[in-house]
């Protein structure tokens, strides 16, 4: 029963420590069509080998199977994969920045001027540039 009892605490505390924690981007978003609202990926944010967090696209929800309009190493690759924000360092409270960006579907490269999270962790605004015209884009936390 001990034994029983041990495990059922062990599991219980390695569920919350891999629950995302709302403090920190790292773990699923789900992104939307700027024009649609509609969902498009489901893109992860990771800590990157260098300390810096990057995301990449993890599940397709409404873009082609490939990337036609993509150029260079991703032309006609699946968008699953596609590594979208890189270099991101900390900024500020909840905020990183700093890094890059790519939007795979117009084959677009970008400064990524902010993530911040915001409502409490459960959206992230992500802040792109292109010389002086910035756009920001809503993700949703989805684990």
Sequence with gaps: MRKLILAAVLSA????ASASNPASPIGKWRTMDDETGKPMTVTEIYQAQNGTLAAKIVENLGLP???????????NKP?????ILWNLKPTGANTWGGGNGYKPSE????????VTLVDGGRKLEV?????FFCKTATWVRVD
């Design 65 to 75: 199977a490939t990337c036609s309009e993509c150029s260079g190493a991703n032309k």
């Design 127 to 131: 802040k792109g540039c292109v010389a």
């Design 13 to 16: 505390f390695a569920f919350s």
């Design 107 to 114: 084959d677009r490269s970008f400064r990524a001027k902010s």
């Design 79 to 83: 968008f699953v994969g596609i590594v």
